[in-house]
């Protein structure tokens, strides 16, 4: 494990290196997220009460939120909103697959599990970019740890009730034996790069201990509750942060897109426009 | 497809600028949050203006909910650096804009710019005690 000894500076005065190291990294940070937020706006009206409904809808605006942070940090190295997302193509994206997948309708077993094997992934990144070499990231990770910490508490008690109710159980273990070679595409390199994410500090952790820290947390949690936890080592294919997706993301990103096209859009809109040009 | 880091194509001639839609900052730099406490004269008129600013959801002025971080004024030109309550605030543009709006509707202020700022964190720590008050009124409880 490697500590943040020097500070990078701003994104104006990045070397070619450094810049392509940070962006590596913010690009999943902003991907992982948005992907995950517009996976779980399925479940805001389908959840089986009116308060996960509400948590899942909570859930998804705290992770466009981060996404929005993370896209904005990027923006700082001169990219467009309109780049980024409405006029980029599907295969851009470097998110993990795993958040791309769709649900099945009814299957709220998948969503918490889903939601618990990212979320805690996503607590041990964000430890890991707690001291990162980039200020922006450093600064911002702080802001979003604090939101996060409510989801894997949120997943967590849903898995206890869960784990004493002998047909949720069931369902819990087969998302799990699905979902788990999915989850573990988390963890995968974007390509070259990211020996360079942690040799210049932007990141603190290699993959391979995030793995390990997620790995030795979730079977914790779940061997506890009953769950057997795959022995698999090996991640699903596609892996999504080497731009190959699931033909599930471009049926995703088509739907996603599609107001901004049918609208005939060249830019991002904002509330303001209109009246910042008078 | 080659391993290597592509992403985006759409911009592969970007160039970093520190110019964003809204001018960011990472960490304000003094005590947070600033309330205007002890302002005379022209600087005391913006922070009048501000205090006006209300959270679109609830009765408590932004500078008593402590997201001001900072002023700063050259002149004419005003610069506010400012938090918002929740990073998936929905009503950011909202806000930012009233912000430069009410500080814009000082006379003599001829422009005002909002740098968001995400650090230090906010927290319930930050709201004044005039904005508890307001927010007990409106129903929400500080006494855990």
Redesign the interface.
Known sequence: MSTAESDLG???N?TERE??AV??QL?RLADDEYVQAERYTFWQVRAPTLESDLASANNA??????A??WY?AI??????E???LW???P????HSTFVELPFEEGDWADAVLRAYLYDVAENIRLSALENSSY??IR??T???Q??EGYHVEHAESWLQRMAKDSDASRRVQEALDRLYPYALTLFE?????EADIVDLGVRTMTLDEMRKEWKDRITEFLTDLGFDVPAEEDPATPVGR???HTEYWDELYEEMVSSYRNLGRHEAT???DP?EDE | MSSDYDRPRADANAEPCSYTEYDTKERAVGDVPATGEGAEGLDRDIWAALYEVEDPEMPVSIVDLGLIYGLERDGGDVTIDMTLTYSGCPARELILEDVERAAESVEAVENADVRLVWSPDWSMDLVTEQGKQALRDFGMSFDQ
Request: charged letters at 35%; proline letters at 2%; aromatic letters at 8%.
């Open positions: 701003s994104a104006d990045l810049q392509k962006e590596a690009f605006q705290d992770e466009l939120g981060h929005r942070l904005d923006q700082q190295f001169g990219y467009s309109e780049s980024l006029e980029s193509e295969s851009d994206f470097q200020k922006v600064e911002r702080s802001r979003i604090g939101e390199p974007v390509g070259d790069v080497d731009n190959n904002k509330l303001m009246e």
